[in-house]
């Protein structure tokens, strides 16, 4: 990346949401708050913290920038009224990478006032901004404000020295002069990489982990939208480089934590999290891996890229249409794939349909994903025996390519034991106002359920705040999110872990999505007597 000269940050950082204009940046240089990536000057410079590094072209002397501010026991407001002007000799030049410390600065000094205060009580603004001068003043004065301070410009330093030795892994490209060339540019690298690879042994992986899911949480903080900094970051170079706005500046700290995740990866040999798993907010690696074949989307490459996409319409179809009979059911499955375009669930409960026709009409859906090349994933009751019956026929006939999911007896006894059942309707009733003091009393009404149906017309009998609950979509979402956070039976009831059948589905439709449907169809088929999808006998057919 090209330095920036002092007016050019501060250009590039308002451009980015940070409210710096042209002249602060040169202020907080001179108050050692803002450390530069390259000083010159036409004559020597004799200020602690400048390290000479040797001259250039120009003649000009070159400094490296160690500077510490000292403390200010009385605080840092109106701290740069009395700069000097610097001598017109000098010159500085900062790396794009030093806007993280110019919005970390942003941040302290901006004034946490409601816009309508000067409106509704304009007598009482100027003791407010009071109070806000003299908070700042006490936390400026102690010693943790300058350690800050100083955090900030040293994270920023180990990536701006970082970046040239993974850049062309972030950007697609590599930059070189032309007097060097690519392969001598390479060869600077790999020897600069040597020395810097020291630095990132001695700092430790939990401190450069730390510095990392700050660079994150703050990049969520100055732009909320994780889902679009992950789309533009699949983007060349050019493009992602020149995003304006607090949306441009989100995407330079989330840059600079992909350079210190990539240095960090090849120092201590090991997978780290991408920066979508990291801040606030974060998407789980096992939830990328089902849903879109890799743990990793930003380094896996093309085909991981395109999947991610697809979950945005930026693709052109269904890949999955999964067939459940009922609202909770539905609630379940759609609290967690319902944000997908590459999965439709269809609510045969909720179809538009003559009841005598119910069947034919289902069948005819199966058969219209055949010849859509599209999979078919199907969850019903094993008490509903229309349709296992019309699933039965599908597949002696060979008219389905997808999953079968029967419970038995229903989605609640199939997947949770009677105690996990309790527990979460009893979450329920106190979402809705039931009194502890019940507690026992629930829990004796619900004891020997067999059904979700009886299990609920029990827990409203005996619990008056749960009479407008029961078997729905909330109640759907509310099973999934248990399943999800406890994704296996407990070994005390199972005898052994077992993977709970909601989850094992939701497993298996995320891997359909990504595979290869016609290969798929030629291998694999329902049998029509376990209606479980088994290897074809006869691989011809």
Not at 498 to 519: C, G, I, M, Q, W
Request: hydrophobic content about 40%; some cysteine.
């Amino acid at each position: 990346m090209k330095f920036l000269s002092d007016r050019d940050l501060g250009s590039f950082a308002h451009r980015r949401g940070v409210n710096i204009w042209f002249d602060d940046v040169g202020h907080l240089w001179q108050l050692g708050l803002l450390r530069a990536d390259l000083v010159a000057s036409t004559r020597k410079l004799r200020l602690a913290g400048l390290i000479e590094v040797g001259s250039d072209d120009r003649g000009r002397y070159l400094y490296a920038d160690e500077r510490k501010p000292r403390r200010r026991k009385k605080g840092w407001a109106g701290s740069a009224f009395n700069l000097k002007p610097l001598h017109p000799g000098v010159e500085f030049y900062f790396h794009p990478f030093r806007f993280y410390v110019l919005y970390r600065i942003d941040r302290i000094l901006s004034l946490n006032i409601c816009p309508m205060q000067m409106l509704v009580s304009v007598g009482d603004y100027p003791k407010v901004l009071g109070r806000i001068i003299s908070d700042f003043q006490k936390w400026s004065a102690d010693p943790e404000f300058l350690n800050h301070v100083c955090k900030w410009n040293e994270i920023t330093t180990l990536c701006v020295a970082t970046e040239p030795c993974v850049y062309e892994r972030i950007f697609k490209m590599l930059k070189s002069s032309p007097w060097v060339g690519f392969s001598e540019q390479r060869r600077r690298i790999q020897e600069h990489w040597k020395e810097l690879a020291k630095y990132y042994q001695k700092a430790g992986l939990k401190a450069l982990e730390d510095f990392r899911q700050d660079l994150c949480a703050n990049a969520k903080f100055l732009d909320p939208n994780k889902e679009v900094h992950m789309i533009l970051r699949l983007m060349t170079g050019r493009y992602r480089e020149n995003v304006k706005g607090e949306l441009g500046g989100a995407l330079q700290l989330l840059t600079m934590a992909e350079t210190l995740r990539l240095a960090s990866e090849d120092v201590f040999g090991k997978q780290l999290r991408e920066e979508d798993e990291l801040g606030f907010g974060h998407k789980s690696s096992w939830m990328k891996k089902e849903l879109y074949g890799s743990s990793r989307i930003i380094d896996a490459g093309s085909r991981v890229a395109n999947e991610y996409l697809r979950q945005f319409g930026l693709d052109y179809g269904v890949r999955l249409r999964w067939y459940v009979e009922g609202d909770t059911e539905y609630g379940a499955l759609n609290s967690v794939i319902g944000q997908y375009s590459a999965i439709e669930l269809v609510n045969l409960k909720g179809s538009v349909i003559e009841k005598r026709r119910k069947g034919v009409s289902f069948r005819d859906s199966l058969r219209n994903d055949l010849k859509a090349g599209i999979f078919s994933f199907v969850s019903i009751d094993t008490d509903n025996e229309n349709y296992v019956r019309v699933l039965r026929k599908s597949a002696e006939c060979d008219e389905i390519c997808g999953e079968i999911y029967l419970a038995d007896p229903d989605i609640e006894f199939a997947n949770f034991t009677l105690p996990e059942l309790e527990e979460i309707i009893w979450e329920i009733a106190v979402e809705n106002g039931a009194k502890t003091s019940i507690r026992n009393e629930f829990h004796q009404a619900i004891s020997g359920a067999k059904s979700g149906e009886e299990l609920w017309k029990r827990a409203r009998k005996a619990v008056p705040e749960l009479q407008n609950s029961g078997k729905g979509i909330y109640w759907g979402e509310k099973l999934m999110e248990f399943a999800l956070e406890n994704p296996e039976f407990d070994e005390d009831v199972m005898d052994e872990s077992k993977t709970r059948p909601l989850v094992e589905a939701l497993n298996a439709a995320f891997r359909s999505v990504h595979a290869d449907y016609h290969l798929t169809r030629r291998e694999y088929q329902i049998d029509p007597s376990s209606l479980r999808l088994v290897k074809r006998t006869n691989l011809s057919s």
